[in-house]
């Protein structure tokens, strides 16, 4: 079974940065593809960045200014470092896997087998 935990959530004061974390397991990480999206209360859910196999990453065209993602392929663990953090960023942050992954990039939350139980973010102004 693919086991995917989120930390690194908590409240934080607009302007301030998180460095969240999503440790993955049950997988042999050969080909992989982990996502983070997010659900605020203002917009459905979203995808933000992704990792996939070779270190390559992608991004959402809304979230890469203030957004980066990076892994640490040892740890078989993905970050997603969030600076200058606005009130609208509060809400629920996931991280999810594609199985039997062979290439590409969707956004599709049906395309994402597996997720984690998310981490909450929350954006004081």
């Known amino acids: 079974q693919v086991q995917l935990v989120e930390s690194g959530g908590g409240s934080v004061q607009a302007g301030g940065s998180l460095n969240l974390s999503c440790a993955v397991s049950g997988t042999d990480y050969d080909a992989h593809c982990v996502a983070w999206f997010r659900q605020t209360s203002e917009k459905e859910r979203e995808g933000i960045a992704a990792?996939?196999?070779?270190?390559?990453?992608y991004y959402a065209d809304s979230m890469k200014a203030r957004f980066a993602v990076s892994e640490d392929a040892a740890k078989r663990t993905i970050y997603l470092q969030m600076n200058n953090l606005r009130y609208e960023d509060t809400g629920m942050y996931y991280c999810?896997?594609?199985?039997?992954?062979?290439?590409?990039?969707?956004?599709?939350?049906?395309?994402?087998?597996?997720w984690g139980q998310g981490t909450q973010v929350t954006v004081t102004s």
């Open positions: 999810a896997n594609r199985d039997h992954y062979l290439g590409g990039i969707t956004w599709r939350e049906a395309a994402y087998t597996n």
């Open positions: 990792v996939y196999t070779g270190g390559g990453t």
